[in-house]
């Protein structure tokens, strides 16, 4: 019985991959400011320097009220592990591209639905509004 519900869920997730779902990518907005949506994530790459994007980062997640249950972080890369109220896990990865340009990435949950889509971008939101953009 293990094995048939193995297989079946192993079958399911390999058609949602065959089908998009779970890979499928977007493009949001455009030039400069533009995003890309994959998979659960949202990424952009702000021109600004790591340490600036991490503390407005950090700040994004103590006004969204995002319960953090781990972070770290060093010159290169950072990542917080947090969870919604409603105990929806939410990943945020920076990546210090040098200069003046940092990378982040917001997961919401594990598949790319829209509400999670929107609480990613309700967060960029939030983050562009903290550096000036």
Known sequence: MRLRC??????????LLAAGCLLGSERVGSGPEA????GNKLT??????????WTAV?????EAQLSIETQERDGTI???????IDGTLVTLDLTNLGGKSTRVSI??????TDNAKQAAMALI????????K
Do not use: C, H, Q
């Open 58 to 62: 950090a700040a994004a997640v103590t």
């Open 78 to 84: 950072g990542w917080i592990k947090a969870k919604r």
């Open 107 to 112: 997961g919401v949950g594990f598949f790319g």
């Open 125 to 132: 939101d939030s983050l562009d509004k903290k550096l000036g």
């Open 6 to 15: 193995a297989t079946f869920g192993g079958l399911a997730i390999l058609a």
């Open 44 to 53: 952009k790459t702000y021109p600004v320097n790591y340490e600036k994007v």
């Open 35 to 38: 995003m890309s949506w994959r």
